[in-house]
Structure formats: structure tokens, C-alpha cells
């Protein structure tokens, strides 16, 4: 027998037992030949053959939620990366670059062709919420769903995350794309997004065939949605000790996969779910069990039957590990091949010259950034986003603010002013928000990467800087733009606003110079770019904004951002 590469001596991974043991490999082509424990070698010859011994054979990592314009690059350069880190599948949800530029955005993703395996999932909820709520540049409706079902790339639909839209008793624009799905595809799995949905809420998540969840799990909600049959999606927050804790407790393990969800540019460098691999191993997770939940278990989620197991046949999608206790990647091979780094299709590729021009967008003057309301207020009460430390949602709070000569004074009270502008150029709106705590320096952050709908949003406590911020990013066409003091830290973003086309080391340098910008302004997160990016999220608790007005999520319900006693709204929405 004759084989292309021939492994000997390597500790393979055992899928279903979950262990190592000592075999040789056999690679043909792109797939796996045959394993066996020893080969004589009288019987098999090869063109190469490695010696493993002392090394770890495992299956090429597979991230089933994540977005690739969550790392503001393009599939080209993210494959180049996420295949460095041994991720050999994705499956990436592409509602970012849609909700600028519709299905040409998507169409846009799906044509380039890079040596990482990108599936695709149809972007559900675009614009996040409705149109009443939020504008968005692109619309996906029942015709762009029909189009994107007929593309082999297609394995899902991409998180529901619109709660209202899908749990209604109307016939909603959701409810008949997921019926088309149902008719055209009736195997397609259905992605959702129910952070703090629980009790009847989930069931009817669920009843509506959702069943799948990637947001940030407790103890207590991967026992109840798992009871209620939904799949987990384990991103880095969920993985906590605790969460771990309560998975093992409850033997939950075949019912969860590992995910990224969301890796910002500067941490790809270093990392993708190889890192969630070993958070959840020092979490409590056993080793053994993490590589099952990032290889098998979510294969079997998207029915990829070729890939996610060392087995005859099977893709030889597969990573060699000098260690195994710190996952440590000596080689990764794609499709029988070792990955060097190219991406031989991606010279030359550029996007359409539409997509370097959308910002149409006015820019920011002081009036702006000032709440006015009757002369002949002394305070006005104010409903508040209150920002946490760790994760993406707010709180809704109500603040007294003071007003001096009509003027409510936000800044006296130590809170930051959050302003989005329409960017689209179709209303020309503009509507505000406070957020809790502020910076503790004097600055301002502005951003055309503002979840979902990619408005301009600007947040500070310096009018000037504020202005400068927003003006920047007009500017670029697109920018994650911080300044402190007229200085100005910001890193380019001339595709939609969104992404960068030029190399990933240098967009990771200029957004590792705006987060350590932002962080010292005062700004307490975990991420603060993805916590700033979200505050205009509407499908996120608890309390948000567009450039529509402040809403609460849950019932979609829109606030007034200021009030008084007499039960007169504020003027500045």
C-alpha cells in the first residue's frame, strides 16, 4: 500500500473514547487512509513519512458561531490566521457586513475562495430589530434568503436574535423567512441569540425552532436550556469555572461545542478557539473533553459528516501538538497539506469601489452634544444605561441630573454622553443616550463599527474631543477613532465602515493603541471595544440606543432619555 504522508508514532485522539493512543496515520490525497495501532513496514510506503513520537494528533478545530467582521478583516486575511491557530472550519454569520450592504456584502464574502473551510450561516434578523427601531444600509428579506439557500457555502440560519419578532402572534418578516427555511431546506439548523431569556420566554424561543444559544451562559441557564433542548455555544465568557462546574455536574458535555462568537484584530494574532481550548482546560474542563467540544461536537451540530474526527475517509484536517497540557500547536494541516501561511487566492482582491464610500454622514458640531430642556427646571430625571465591567449588557437605571439655564448638566454628574448619527444618509437622525459609569479623564471614543447596524456612535465627556472623534471618522470613511485631549489614536476601517483590506498586523497595532486609549480615559471592561461597539446593540440587555431613540430591549419598548415631574418629555430623545 501507498500512501501521500505517513505519521508514525503519534498519540491520536480517540474521538468517542476521548483519550490518546499510540498509532500510526496514513494520508491520501485530502483524506484520512487508514490508522492503525502499528503498520508493518513491509506493507505501506509513502512519499513522506513523519516521526511523531512524543507528539499529539488531534482534528483540525471547527468554530460553528463566530463573525469574521468581528476581527474587521476580510475572509482572505482571517483564514491566514485562524488557520495558524488550528482552526480548519468556521462557520461565520455574516450580518455585519449586511447590515451595510445587503446581500452584495454577503455575495462579497461568499466569492472569495481561502484555504480555510468558510461555511456560512443566512443573516436572520437584518436590521437587528425593524426598521421603526433602527436604520440599517441592507435589508435581508424572504427574496435574499431564497437566493443565499440556493449557495452550498449556506449550513444554517445565522442567530435569531429579534425575541419580539419571533415569539409574535403576527406573521412577521422573521417568522416567514424561517418558514422558508423550514420549506426549502428542512434540515437547515436554526442559530439563536436569548441572553437572559428564560422560563415560558425560552420555551417559546425554542417552540419556534431556535435551538442553539451563544450568548454569555450561568450556571443556572445552561441547565435550563439544555433541559428545554437547545445546544450550547460556549464562548469565552461562558466559560467560567462556575459554568464549567455546573456542565460537568450535569454531564452536559455531548449538548455544547466551543465558540469565539467575537475575536477583536489584536487578540487574533495570538489566539482563536485554540484559546478557548485551554481557558475551559483551566477552567476545570478536562483537556480531553475541550478538544471533543471543538471538534466533533460541533461537526455533528452542522451535520459536517467529512471532518471533526481522525477516522478513515474522513478530511485530514489535523493538528500536531509538541504539548498537550499547554495545546501547544507545532503544525497544522489542511486537507492533507501543512498550512504555511498563503493564500494564493487572495492577490489582487479587492472589494467593489462602492464599498470604500459609505459614509454619508454629516459632520458633529457642539449643538450636538447639548440636552436642552424648559428654563425653569432646576433637575430632570434621566433613564441611564448602566455599564458593567465584564460582558456587553446594561442596565437600565433612572438618574436626577441638574439643569443650569436650561441645560441639563451631564457631565457635572459624571456621565458619559452617547450619540449615534444615521450614516447611511436616509433620515439624517441623531438620538442620545447616558451611560454609567463615564471615563475618568476627559476624551471621547466615535465609531462607524457599532453592532448591528453600523451607525456612527460617539460616547465622551469632552464636547471638543467628541467633535473631533466624529469628525475623524467621517474622514476615513470608516474609523475606530479615540481622542483625548485633541489627540488622536484611531485605526482605519475604509471597507463599510466595518473592515480593513490591508494587513491584519497593522490594523491589529492601530486597535491595540485606540483599546489601551480608551482604557486610559478610564474605561472598565473586559472588552472595551466590543462593550462601546454594543451600546447600540437592540437585541442585547437591557437598555439601548440607536439613532432611532433609547430603548428597552426585551419589549422593545422606546424611553424618553430625560423626564420630569410634571410628566413632560424631554425635548432631546
Known sequence: MHADLILKNALVFQTFEQCFLKMDLAITGERFQTLSPVFPSADWTADRVVDCTG???????IDI???VESSMTYPYAFSRWALTHGTTTVVSDPHEIANVFGLAGIEAFLEQTPVLDIFYGIPSCVPS?????ETSGGAITEAEVETLLANEKIVCLGEVMNFQALVSQEETLLRRIIALCRRRRPSLRLEGHCPAITGEDLSAFIAAGVDADHTQQ?????????????????QAKSLTREVIAAMNDHHLWENAALVTDDVMPDKLLKGHLNE?????AANGMAMEQAIYCATWTPARRMGFTDRGIIAPGRLADFLILSDLDTFAIEAVYKRGRPY?????????????????????CREAVAEDFVLRVPDHLTEVQANVMGCKTFGNATEHRVRTLPVRDGVVDWQGAGLNLVTVY???GKTGGIAHALTEPGFTAPGAVATSWSHDSHNLLVSGNCVEDMIAAQREVVRRQGAYVCVRGGQVTAAGLPVGGILSDGPIEDLARELGAVRRAMEALGYDNNNVIMNLSTQSLLVSPELKVSERGLFLVKTQTRLPLLFWQDGEEGGIL
Request: zero cysteines.
Open 276 to 280: 478557548n481550548i485551554k481557558l475551559a
Open 129 to 133: 430589530t425593524d426598521v421603526s427601531m
Open 422 to 424: 444615521e450614516r447611511y
Open 55 to 61: 507528539k499529539y494528533i488531534v482534528p483540525g478545530l
Open 65 to 67: 458561531h463566530m463573525h
Open 340 to 360: 504555511t501561511g498563503e493564500e494564493p487566492s487572495a492577490e489582487n482582491f479587492r472589494f467593489p469601489e462602492s464599498f470604500y464610500h459609505s459614509i454619508h
Open 218 to 234: 450561568t450556571p443556572e441557564s445552561v441547565v435550563e436550556k439544555s433541559r428545554k433542548g437547545m445546544f450550547l455555544e460556549l
